[in-house]
Structure formats: C-alpha cells, structure tokens
C-alpha cells in the first residue's frame, strides 16, 4: 500500500493482482476493511477491474466465516495435539497487568503528526513527549508502564527522569530502561526506592511513532478524497479503546488507572485539532498551530483520550443545559450533518434530566471519519463515528440510515454516564458499559423519535432475538469471565456483552420494578461516578434500592446469568389449571459437542417467571414466580379449562418457553381474530419461539406454521418482521419438495393486505411505515406477488434504459433486480449480463446485479452463469448467489461444483471447501447425505481437507433430515390445508 503508486506505474493494471492474491489470506474484519478501504479509493480509476474487486471482497467474506465457525475448536484441537505430556492444553496465562504500586494521577502530553508532503521522511509519523505524575501505592525502584511496539521511545540519558513533584523537586536516577514485548511493558529502573505516599512525575522527553495502523488503532492515518476524486486528503483520528493509547504516548493503560490529561497537539494551520476539551489556547509560528487544550474536567481513563487533526468543518448548537455540542465531518458531507445535531442534543439533555446527573464536560463534538473501524467510539467528549453511522440527510438517505444514525448517537451518549462516569475495573465486566448503553439507547432514542415506537418494534430483534441466536451453542461465553490478552479483551465486545447485557437489564428492571431498578441504578451511578466498577457493586446497589420491598439478592439470582454462559428454555405441561415447569439450557444444535471451558453452576438459574391466561388477561401486572434453579409448580387460578395461558409476558425475561402442544393451538387460534388483544412482543415472541424451538427438534414445526394464519390481519412491523427472518430454515427445508409451492402460495396471500396497504410510495416520511414498508415488499416480491412482481419489471427495465440513473429505492433495490430477473424473459436476462460482462454497469451496483444474475429460475442461464464463474474465478461468490436466489440453482450448482471441483480448488485453495459445505442448508435427503459423503471419502486424504468441519457439516445434513422426518408430512398438510380455499390471483 505504502508504495502503490509507484507499483503501478511500473506494471499498470496488472498489478491490481497481486492485491487480490492477498485475499487467500484474509480472515478477519480488519483485513476485509483493508481491502474495501483499497476497493473504495481505487475503483473510479481507469482500468480498475471491478468484478475481480467484488470477487476477492466475497472471498474474504468466506473466510471470516469460516474462521468464525471452525477457528476456536481448530484451535483447541491443535493445542491439544501439540501439547507435551503434562502441559495444559490452553494458552499461557496472562500475567500482564500493571504492578500495583503506583497510581497515576495527571499526564501533559504533546503530539506533533506530520501528514504533507514537505514533512519529507518524517511524513505519516508523529513525535511527542509525555509527562506523568503519579502517586506511590507501595515503595518500588521500578516504574512500569505501557508502550506499543511501534512506538520508538528514546532511552538515551537524560532523556527520561524520574523526579518529586516538589517543590523543590528531587531527582531519582534511571538505572536503565528494558522492554517487555509480550506485554508492552516499558520497565525503568531506578538507582532509588520510590517513597510510599510520595508524588513523582516522569519525563519522556522523546518518543516517535507510525501513523500507518491498517487496523485503524491507536493514532492513525485516514485518507479521503475531495472534488473530482484527485485531490486526496490526509487526516489523524484516534481509536484507543481498548489498549491502544500506548500506540500514541506512554501510559498507565489500564481502565481502573484514571487520571486528568493536558493535551497539546502541534499542527499545521490547514487543519483544526480537536481532543476532548475545549482549546485553551493557540500561537501560530510559520505554518504550525501549537493548540493547547483544556485540563481534562474529570479524571478519566486512557482509553477515553481522543484526537483528532483534520481539515473538517461543523455545525454546532448549544443544549438547554448549557453544554455546547458539534458535529465534524469533511466540508462535502456538511448538509448531512443537521440531523446528528439535532438528535444529539435532545438526547443528551434528555439522559442528563433523566439521571439527574449532569454532563460534566463543557462540550460534546460528534466527528464523522472516512476510516474508522467501528461503528462509533464514545470518547468523553469526543465522539467518532464511521461516516455512514453519522451522516443523515432526509433528501440523500432512507430511514433505514435514519435509524442507523439515531441509534447509534443515543447508544455514545449513553455510555457517557455507563462507562465514562462509571467505568469497567477490567475488561472482564465489558457488559457494565456495552450491556447498560445498549439499554438504555431504547430509552433516548424513545424520547428523540417516540413515533418509532423502540420498545415494541425494535428491541426484541436488536437485542433478544440476536443474544438469543449468539447464546444457544457451546461456543458462547459467560458475559462476565477472565480476560487479559488483547484477542480476549475482543472477544468481550460481542453480541453477549451488548445484547444479552441489555437483555439482563431488562430483566431485572421486570422482576424488580421500575422504579427500584432506577432507584439502585441512579445510586450505582452517585457511588461510583468518575470511579470504576464491577458487576458484584452494581448488583449490592440493585440489593439495597430493594431491602424493604421485595427483598431480592440480586447478586445471587444474577451470578447465575452473568458467570455461566447460555440461557434457559422452560418446557411447561398442563394438568387442569396446574402448570409443572421445568429448565435446561436451550441449545440450537442437539449434536453440538459440550465444552467446560466455562465456569458454570450446572446450567441452572433463578428465572423470574411472569405468567397469565385467556380470562385475566393481566399484561401490566401479571403473576410472578421464581425458579429457584429447580423446578417449579404454579396454579392458573381464574383460568377456564380450555384457556390459554401465557409464560414470560411481554418477553421480559431472558428464556424460551415451550407449552404443550394443546396450549399452542389455543393460542394460534386466538390470534385469528383477537391479535391486538395480546401485546406486539407477545405476538412475535410467540412466532420468533415456534419457530427456533422447532428448529432445535424440540417441538413440531406445525405449530408455527399455524401460527402464521393470522398474519393477514397483522399490521405490526415486528411480528412480520419475525416470521421474514425465523422462518428461513423452514423454507429453505422446504424448498425442492411438494410443499414449497403451498408455502409461497400461503405466504402470498399473508402479506397481500400489508403489500397492498403503502405499494411502491415512499414519499410519506412515517418511519414505522417505511420498515412495514420495505418488509411487505420485500416478502411479497420473495414469494411471487404477482403486483410486486410486475412493479419491479418495470422500474428494473426503466433503469436498463439509462443505467446512470436509478430512482430504485436502495433498500429494496437487490429486492428489484432479483425478481425482476426471476420472473422475467431470456432477453432480460440476456440484456442485464452484457451490461455486466461489459463492465457498463455502475460500480455501486456490481454486486447486487451479480447477485441478480444468479435469480434466474431457468437452468440453462444458471449453467451458464457457472461457467463463466469459473472462467472469471468467482465461483466462490457466484456458487453462493446461485444456492440462495435461484429456485432451480441447487442441482446444477452441486453438479457444476463436482465436476470442476479440480479448477475450484486450484484457483481458490482449501477456501474453496467452503463452497461445499454451503450445500447443506438445503441437503435434507438421504440422496443429498450420500452427495456429501461420496465427496468428503474421496477428498479427506488430501492434503489441507477440514476434517472437523466436514463432519460438523455431514451433522447438519442429518439434523436436516431429521427434521424432514419429523416435520414434513404435518407442515405439507397444513400448508395444503390453509390454501386450498385461497381465490386470488396473485
């Protein structure tokens, strides 16, 4: 990268190559954002041969997948044949936590970043130097603290000292310095023993490090593009979270170490710096600002330091709080910036009135980076955002961003009290601060846009239904565990610390109460607000707030959530109007192996049961009852013999349940005509559980099926949403049997009244009716409609007509071209392909018609389309579209696969094996098991085949026809059943 120009002038387009060549290699998110960060600045270059870009891109995409389903039980595997007899199976343990002895308590620190081309040698690098007064715990001759490795701190004489912050200062002599790579441990020695109780300040006098952090970490280089696309701009952003301010000075990094910062950045006077305080002051020498910031007004973690140099411009409004806040972005995004504005200052007044604990810094700035690696970063102060995570401008974006935007901002500003106010003590508690902000963005966005309707339309997906999917096999983890490494640390910041933690929080605020819950959090925050935390402290708040009401020990029903990993399901049975209910943990996978990697409590937990039924109908207050990690009775006590009754109200709690079989139909055929007697969470839970408990072969799956018959009446956003996402590995089952032509006939007629209520108008501006929207059409298009069909005909072809213009609503836009593709002519198809094979179509649009190709339900195009996968190498990609969007794809797809399965491999190497085992979510036959297995026989010996993941594959083949035995002949007679008196043409 550093040399690309020059690499191309020698060897012009060729070399573009030797880039995709890497992409055998990537495996990461990290790498995949270096190659689309590649993609995006090269590709309006003549010559640049998109298709080839977008193959390599779905490449690495295969591979992250494939490392995120086989790279820790490889791993594991490896370790313990490698292991020597006597030698733990498991990785050294981390012994790399600062030594208690000191404490730091103020750092002044300058930066100089040299970004332009009269920098010469020293361009895209930085120096500085640090000054960090600490405070002595217990008497040491050795000072230890961080430095990455790509910092290059001078360790000549006098260039650190050691000295009593006076007056009169003192000097202790540096013995020598020494660095411990393992752990990023800078070591001075000194002559002397440091005096207990004693301040002292430490002078780095130089230090020098790289701005080139292709990870986007510590202090880095982002690279955008302004005007025609020629005029290429350089800036600094900084993502130090969660060890990575040691990559821009060295410090105490660690989250419990908090101290005041002065930051002094030294710059040239075409670009403005910011940190997180206000400038103090500004002097001018040549073309260099020397910008000094104001001492940070709390103590805070090094992790929250944030810096940013750019030539950015912003909008700015003051909060009825007196606290000012800006949003910064490059000077072509500034019309986008109003909306971030706008949200964030409703929404941070909101938090602090809420609270009744004030903002304490002077100003918020919102800043929008080309590059950042996350989402955002919530820098006290200072908060950085991808562009796309940030930007919001109603004539240029759809909801879809709008909600995005909103979110997000609600989520940063959260964390201003759950992580900044009141921070982790290590990363092993990381869901104290991802768990809370997650939670309670419900709550700001609530305020900012209530008309969205969060809690009832939103939050059972983002959070629930995710954490859910996330927790239900081996290969999750406890939400609090030990963590040291920076993989581990990581690893912490999943769908288990910011879902299942907002869940958690949920929960308790169900089983306590509101209002104690707020009560014990709001005391969490006053105990310990610029301190830090761990979830033992939070839980004795929880206890406390609730001493004389219900008299909970939260510590010891949430030990059982937080330190084991997974979730109950509750499996009730039904003897009149008694209910026995029993818990085990839910797992997805009935063959998955177990592990004991984690601590658990036997898999049993304190479950906050909520319950009601047909007669009371009690949703606000229902009955409550704890599992005391037992089983447990209760009595329905007003309910008639043939009611239903409910478990889990309004899914509050974070388990499945599993009625009878007779209290299943009772409640489809309630929903027939009653739906909006039982709440929208109700409603989708009901359908989300059907269907993923039937899929873990732990009930029938016609029970879901009949759950859907009411769904013509259903005008929600959530349940249709539910049933479009949980019902794919029942379709996909279904798919090349009798059955699938009822269950798109059945889900046609579902949809219609929702598909016919909006159509194709997306002037309105009704948020909730844009996502029913966009989910209605998207169905109906799915499963044949003949209006949606016909629609997408038409504004596909109107595009062909002039491809540089292209009204098609964005997030119905791979909706269009698909089924216009589908259900279209030859010539259509024919049409579209020359577009593609010719490189005419626009660069925005290249994966999405690529995928649209792969629509065709006639085989001969299909056949074809393969061949040229193979001549063009991207049978890895186009293999994958085929399997998902064609309805005749999969034969001609495993055929072609089977018979150049030589060329595949020779191109591809052993990533090409995933395209095998992609297969097997439709292979549910004995015929298909004996494809898969005649394959692996005839290939395992050679050398680099994925034994382990072969037989987890050969598994879910079994576990597919398993459910083909046991759920076949039901569903296909149910389906039959509720369409057979459908008189519509559609």
Not at 519 to 544: K, P, R
Not at 560 to 582: C, K
Not at 775 to 803: E, M, P, R
Request: aromatic content about 14%.
């Amino acid at each position: 990268m550093d040399n690309w120009n020059a690499l191309k002038d020698v060897h012009g387009s060729g070399i573009y190559s030797v880039v995709w060549t890497f992409a055998d290699y990537m495996n990461t998110d990290a790498d995949l954002m270096k190659l689309q960060a590649f993609v995006s600045k090269n590709e309006f270059v003549p010559g640049f041969p998109q298709s080839t870009s977008s193959s390599a891109i779905d490449k690495v995409k295969l591979n992250i997948d494939w490392r995120e389903r086989n790279y820790e039980a490889v791993y594991q595997q490896l370790v313990e044949a490698t292991a020597e007899p006597g030698e733990p199976a498991d990785r050294e343990p981390f012994e790399g936590r600062l030594p208690t002895t000191l404490e730091p308590s103020q750092y002044d620190v300058t930066l100089k970043p040299y970004l332009d081309e009269e920098d010469n040698e020293k361009r895209f690098s930085f120096d500085g130097s640090v000054e960090i007064t600490f405070t002595v715990k217990e008497a040491t001759d050795l000072i230890v603290i961080h430095a990455h490795n790509t910092l290059t701190v001078n360790t000549s004489e006098s260039m650190i000292t050691v000295e009593t912050s006076g007056p009169p200062p003192r000097s202790v002599a540096v013995q020598g310095v020494t660095y411990v790579e393992k752990y990023e441990f800078l070591n001075i020695n000194l002559d002397s023993t440091l005096t207990e109780g004693e301040d002292y300040v430490l002078k780095i006098e130089s230090f020098t490090g790289t701005l080139h952090h292709a990870d986007f970490q510590g202090l880095y280089l982002s690279n955008y593009t302004e005007g025609s696309g020629n005029d290429l701009k350089h800036l600094v952003a900084t993502q130090f979270e969660t060890t990575n301010t040691r990559r821009a000075f060295p410090c105490f990094d660690e989250p419990a170490l908090k101290a005041l910062f002065d930051i002094t950045i030294i710059h040239r006077t075409s670009r403005v710096a910011l940190c997180n305080m206000p400038v103090a002051s500004q002097t001018t020498s040549g073309d260099w600002n020397t910008t000094v910031f104001e001492r940070t007004a709390v103590l805070m973690p090094t992790y929250l330091i944030a810096i940013i140099v750019a030539d950015f411009v912003s909008v700015e409004t003051m909060t009825p709080n007196n606290v000012l806040v800006r949003v910064w972005s490059r000077r072509e995004e500034v019309g986008n910036l109003d909306y971030a504005l706008e949200t964030a200052s409703e929404q941070l007044t909101y938090l602090e009135d809420y609270w009744n604990i004030a903002y304490p810094l002077p100003k918020e700035d919102m800043v929008a980076i080309p590059d950042f690696y996350f989402g955002a970063m919530e820098n006290w102060g200072l908060i950085t955002y991808r562009e796309t995570r940030l930007l919001y401008n109603p004539a240029n974006h759809t909801h879809y961003r709008k909600h995005s935007v909103g979110s997000i901002i609600a989520h940063e500003l959260a964390h201003m009290w759950f992580g900044n106010l009141v921070t982790l003590d290590w990363w092993d508690h990381v869901w104290l601060n991802e768990g809370f902000a997650s939670f309670y963005t419900n709550h700001a966005v609530n305020h900012s846009d209530p008309t969205w309707d969060v809690f009832n339309q939103f939050d059972p997906r983002a959070n629930i239904y995710r954490a859910f999917d996330y927790d239900d096999s081996w290969s999750s983890h406890p939400i609090v565990r030990p963590v040291g490494w920076s993989d581990e640390i990581w690893s912490q910041f999943d769908t288990i610390g910011y879902s299942k933690g907002s869940c958690l929080n949920m929960m308790m605020e169900t089983f306590l109460g509101p209002e104690t819950f707020y009560e014990g959090i709001q005391n969490y925050l006053n105990q310990y607000q610029y301190d830090n935390a761990v979830s033992s402290q939070l839980f004795d708040e929880l206890t406390q707030a609730d001493e004389n009401k219900k008299g909970i020990n939260v510590s010891e029903v949430m030990d059982t959530w937080t330190l084991q990993m997974g979730y109950p399901i509750i499996t009730l049975s039904r003897d009149g109007n008694s209910i026995h209910a029993e818990q085990e943990r839910f797992i997805m996978d009935p063959n998955e192996t177990p592990n004991d990697n984690h601590y658990d409590m036997g898999y049993k937990w304190y479950v906050p049961l909520t319950y009601t039924d047909q007669t009371e109908m009690e949703f606000n207050s229902p009955h409550e009852l704890w599992m005391n990690m037992t089983s447990t009775d209760f009595t329905l006590s007003t309910s008639a013999d043939d009611d239903w009754y409910l478990v889990n109200i309004d899914h509050k709690g974070f388990y499945r349940v599993k009625y009878e079989d007779d209290n299943w139909d009772k409640l489809a055929a309630y929903l027939k005509g009653n739906h909006l007697n039982l709440p929208v969470r109700t409603r989708s839970q009901l359908l989300e559980e059907s269907f993923s408990i039937a899929h873990a072969h732990q009930m029938d799956q016609v029970y879901s099926i009949k759950m859907l018959e009411y769904l013509s009446d259903e005008t929600d956003f959530l349940p249709w949403n539910t049933v479009v996402t949980e019902h794919v590995h029942t379709r996909d089952m279904l798919k090349r049997t009798a059955a699938y032509g009822y269950l798109e006939r059945h889900l046609r007629f579902l949809i219609n009244n929702s598909y016919w209520e909006s159509e194709w108008d997306f002037s309105h501006d009704d948020h909730l009716t844009y996502y029913k929207q966009v989910n209605a059409l998207k169905t109906a298009c799915y499963y044949g409609h003949q209006a949606c069909v016909d629609q997408t005909k038409t504004q596909f072809s109107q595009w062909l007509d002039d491809i540089n213009v292209n009204s098609i609503n964005v997030d119905v836009k791979d909706t269009v071209y698909c089924t216009a593709i589908k259900h279209g002519s030859d010539s259509l198809w024919e049409r579209t392909w020359s577009l593609y094979d010719s490189d005419s179509i626009p660069s925005t649009e290249t994966s999405s018609i690529r995928a649209a190709l792969a629509c065709s339900k006639e085989q001969w195009l299909i056949e074809r389309y393969l061949d040229y996968a193979l001549m063009k190498n991207m049978t890895t990609t186009i293999i994958g579209d085929v399997l998902r969007n064609s309805a005749v794809g999969f034969n001609p797809a495993w055929e072609f696969t089977m018979n150049n399965w030589e060329r595949i491999k020779e191109v591809h190497g052993d990533s090409s094996y995933g395209i095998v085992w992609q297969f097997a979510d439709y292979m549910k036959t004995d015929a298909d098991l004996s494809k898969l297995q005649a394959f692996g026989n005839k290939y395992m010996t050679m050398p680099g085949f994925p034994t382990t993941t072969y037989e987890n594959t050969v598994n879910k083949i079994k576990l597919n026809i398993i459910w083909m035995t046991r759920n076949y002949e039901a569903v296909y007679q149910q389906l039959r059943d509720a369409t057979q008196n459908y008189t519509y043409s559609m």
